[in-house]
């Protein structure tokens, strides 16, 4: 039976299965093209570990790797082999996996991060490099606590986190959250500096 005989509400439910299994394969395409650094145009280094990549890649999903690598920042001398300073070489693989995969799943099994702190740590690195930051802000949201409200505040300003910021809120309307945060050592460090 043809596609064209199913009623359009089927047909469209076919044809989003379809999307999404595309789109699922590009994503483990790009995966293994930045393992297996095929094709790679640019390299960087990470405190002494190089990490082959892909310009187009990058400057497609990063304006700061487009203005790097194609726009006013471009540095010829930077273009083949580029050092990225102040940053640990795993969370840069987490930065290239996301950027070439959409996803955080397959790199936070290979380094071992959990999911939280991976996502703390590339949230920084995300924002340095002008990478969207759905998946960093859905997985800190997901994880407000007591203990750690505070610091998801303060990741929230300082990385221009709306999502983050309203999970953040919406946590502390409840009241015994408020009070039991407003007692954490984390919140009595932001009332010190922050006053």
Not at 59 to 70: I, L
Not at 152 to 175: K, M, P, Q, S
Request: net charge negative.
């Amino acid at each position: 039976m043809g596609h064209q005989l199913l009623p359009p509400m089927v047909q469209l439910v076919f044809f989003i299965l379809r999307r999404a299994t595309e789109r699922r394969q590009v994503q483990i395409d790009f995966g293994e093209l930045l393992v297996s650094g095929e094709g790679a145009d640019v390299t960087f280094e990470v405190k002494g570990k190089l990490f082959p990549a892909h310009k187009c890649i990058l400057a497609t999903r990063s304006p700061y790797f487009r203005a790097e690598f194609f726009g006013p920042m471009r540095q010829p001398e930077m273009e083949e082999h580029t050092k990225v300073k102040d940053m640990e070489p795993a969370v840069f693989m987490a930065l290239l996996h996301y950027i070439h995969t959409d996803s955080l799943s397959k790199i936070e099994q290979d380094l071992q991060f959990t999911r939280t702190t991976l996502a703390d740590k590339l949230l920084a690195v995300a924002d340095q490099f002008l990478v969207e930051k759905i998946i960093c802000e859905d997985i800190l949201c997901d994880k407000i606590s007591i203990e750690n409200a505070a610091i998801r505040l303060v990741l929230a300003e300082i990385h221009n986190c709306g999502r983050l910021r309203n999970a953040w809120l919406e946590f502390l309307a409840d009241t015994d959250n408020m009070s039991l945060v407003m007692l954490t050592e984390g919140f009595r460090q932001i009332n010190l500096n922050c006053p």
